[in-house]
């Protein structure tokens, strides 16, 4: 490890980006390496890092472009739904309604989750940011929660089992090729499983719920993580202008009403207090 230079550093990010790599996935690798070295550093195993002239950075992150795919209408949704097997629409429907990203709702366990209070639990150590977080349960999900409660002797799963495990209550750890066949199937090639926990996010948030709750659900350590997470397409532009739309009517209809008036209200109380002068203006 000590003979490993900034240059090495730079050729493999060059060699990694040259097969395609995401920025995402280069960026990944890069803090990877960094922490390994900062590892060896605090361990006293090295003296140096590569990723560091003195005390200036000498290896830059590449530039994320954020991702903007969603569902472009309500259509694509259920298509998507309708072409994967029960296992994955199950675990299509978790991430649409809690933003949960996929090895988050993988590694559920039944103890994490309580019907009663409709609370399902995302431990520390299963959590990106290492923060235990709460979230609610839409009905819709407890639908499917109370489906896959029982195992095939028709007996509850105990606190261990994976709750979107396998028919006997085992660890799923991926979904990717069974995503893969449902979204060519569906004819959305170019949604990725991931842009599912973008397209919950945006809808919280169009839906008009505070930031501070959706960062809380998407489990980002700042509001400024999650301003620049949520997509808006066009639906929610569209969303917009009905909004900005049925404010100018209210105006519009409230400068009508005022506008047609026989009489100023303020004319109405003089009339009032000269045809009964005793007439209290409280009363």
Known sequence: MDGITTDDIEAYRDARKAKGLSAVSLNHDLKLLRKMFAWGIRKGYLERTPFKIGTEPAIKLEK????????????????????????????????????????????LQWRDVSLERRELTIRAENEKTHRERIIPISSRLQAVLEMRRLDPLGQEFGPDAYVFGDRIGRRVKSVR???????????LRDLQLRDLRHEAGSRFDEAGVPIIYVSNLLGHSSLATTSRYLNINRRGLHLAMQKFEESRKNRESVAHALHTAEKPAQAVVRDSLQSNPTKSLVS
């Not at 991702?67 to 259920?78: A, G, H, I, L, W």
């Not at 090729?177 to 004819?187: M, P, T």
Request: net charge negative.
């Open 64 to 107: 994320e472009q954020p991702r903007n795919k969603r569902f472009q209408n309500q259509d694509d949704e259920q298509k998507v739904l309708d072409a994967a097997n029960p296992h994955l629409r199950g675990v299509i429907i978790a991430m649409l309604d809690t933003a949960c990203r996929p090895g988050e709702i993988l590694s």
């Open 177 to 187: 090729e069974a995503w893969k066949n449902a979204r060519e199937a569906a004819g």
